[in-house]
């Protein structure tokens, strides 16, 4: 089941104007998710959508794929979805969407996800352990599995709530990994809004609410962090910054 790999990267951010260019430890946001995403060996092809020219000239320049998108897409997903409908990138069995602000995704949430769809979901995504002192944090996305590893709900809130405070609730940290049949993509995009996914601010809810099962890949270890924020931006700066030190000679 050979995948396509796509990255959406939009210029336009409310919270971190133009963040797939913002310098991360000496290099543009997007290609430090490009080389993630290519080191996992998990793709057949991978390439960066996006709406504007200033990122695909970075993309290819650094020797990668690019292909420009509408402007006017609402979403990742309906960006990807663009792509996995053009005949140059056709007769994949499997498409795997990374946001393009994850630059120290886990490979086994690339693996995970992946593995969900080849095994019978229509989707595709994955979740890492989360301390339960961060489980109020609205930035880290919680997901509440069933016995199969299906996602039952996504929320900002601290999901399962612990009402007696007893301290055995187990926690899990959604990450922006989504893998898709090409069927369950197209299919995604062209579901009506569901009016939870606005109360929550997560376009995920959409498919689950109306009922498209997401197979949840559970990995070990807590979720590494995204890039939302300056905050989040100097955190991971700092973070490869170390990483680079420990492997260079």
């Not at 301390?131 to 109020?136: G, I, P, Q």
Request: charge should be neutral; charged fraction near 25%.
């Amino acid at each position: 089941m050979p995948v396509l790999g796509v990255i959406p990267a939009r210029l336009g951010s409310s919270r971190l104007p133009r963040k797939p260019l913002l310098p991360l430890a000496g290099e543009p946001l997007v290609l430090w998710v490009v080389r993630r995403v290519s080191d996992a060996r998990i793709c057949d092809r991978l390439v960066v959508a996006t709406d504007a020219p200033e990122i695909a000239s970075v993309v290819e320049r650094a020797g990668h794929e690019a292909v420009l998108t509408s402007p006017a897409h609402q979403s990742g997903t309906e960006r990807v979805a663009e792509v996995a409908v053009n005949k140059a990138f056709s007769g994949f069995d499997v498409v795997l969407n990374v946001q393009g602000d994850e630059p120290l995704v886990a490979p086994e949430a690339l693996h995970g996800a992946v593995a969900r769809v080849r095994g019978g979901d229509p989707i595709g995504t994955a979740a890492g352990d989360l301390d339960s002192s961060l489980a109020t944090d609205p930035s880290r996305v919680k997901v509440v599995v069933d016995m199969g590893g299906r996602a039952v709900y996504f929320s900002r809130a601290p999901i399962p709530f612990d009402r007696d405070g007893a301290g055995e609730v187990r926690y899990h940290q959604h990450v922006g990994v989504y893998a898709y049949t090409p069927d369950a993509l197209a299919r995604w995009v062209r579901l009506a809004p569901v009016p939870e996914e606005r109360w929550e601010r997560l376009e995920q809810l959409r498919p689950l609410l109306r009922g498209m099962p997401i197979g949840v890949a559970l990995f070990p270890g807590p979720a590494a962090p995204g890039v939302d924020t300056a905050d989040d931006l100097r955190a991971v700066t700092t973070q490869l910054t170390r990483q680079l030190r420990e492997v260079s000679p």
